[in-house]
């Protein structure tokens, strides 16, 4: 109740796409974290504290999405246990010992469920952005991956701005620095073309 494991992610990359799909004409819901952002009223909003409730929430949600993006920067891990008051500095004791266990792969299992949207992740990285983001975006069975290295205090995390290289499984698309909202709609541009593409070789 006092204090998490947590990363300093602020949200505003997801909620700037979620308002760049708006004004593009999609209905839009967001599956939030507990973020301090405001969105327009006219997109749903699901509120969530923790990675398993953004699992279920991501999993609901199935029956009426065409198009998954994953940008919330889930933890992999969360802690066994979790106390239901302050876990209090122990005078004769210098450590202290927290088990970990994997919280669901929210993607994946978007990405393999029987009625499958196109998926589009996200690859936060600090070094070999592309070799890992390539890699998830085979493991994973994504339809597009947007790699960016937050080791670059000027962009990702906790930033207005942001750049992204955006992979599927024969194109790179580059989106260079710039402000959030104006990366969402670049990458928003991608989406819908390769989107609209899959569809219509799919109804070939």
């Known amino acids: 109740p006092v204090r998490y494991i947590s990363n300093h992610s602020s949200g505003k990359m997801g909620f700037s796409l979620a308002e760049a799909a708006m004004s593009m004409g999609a209905s839009v819901t967001v599956i939030a974290g507990p973020v301090n952002l405001s969105l327009s009223s006219t997109i749903k909003r699901l509120n969530v504290k923790s990675a398993v409730e953004m699992h279920q ?23 066994e246990q979790v106390q239901n008051e302050k876990m209090k500095k122990q005078a004769d004791n210098d450590t202290i010992t927290l088990t970990l266990v994997k919280n669901p792969d929210i993607i994946a299992d978007v990405a393999s469920a029987k009625k ?64 959030k909202k104006e990366v969402a709609i670049q990458l928003l541009k991608i989406i819908s073309s390769e989107y609209q593409s899959r569809y219509q070789s799919h109804m070939l």
């Open 116 to 179: 499958r949207p196109f998926c589009v992740g996200f690859a936060a990285e600090t070094n070999d952005v592309e070799a890992y983001a390539l890699g998830k975006l085979k493991r994973k069975n994504l339809d597009l991956i947007a790699a960016n290295d937050v080791s670059i205090g000027t962009q990702g995390f906790n930033s207005d701005n942001n750049a992204l290289t955006v992979f599927s499984k024969d194109k790179r698309f580059d989106i260079t620095l710039m402000s």
């Open 57 to 79: 929430a991501a999993l609901n949600s199935l029956p009426t999405t065409d198009i998954f993006i994953a940008c919330a920067a889930v933890a992999d891990y969360r802690a």
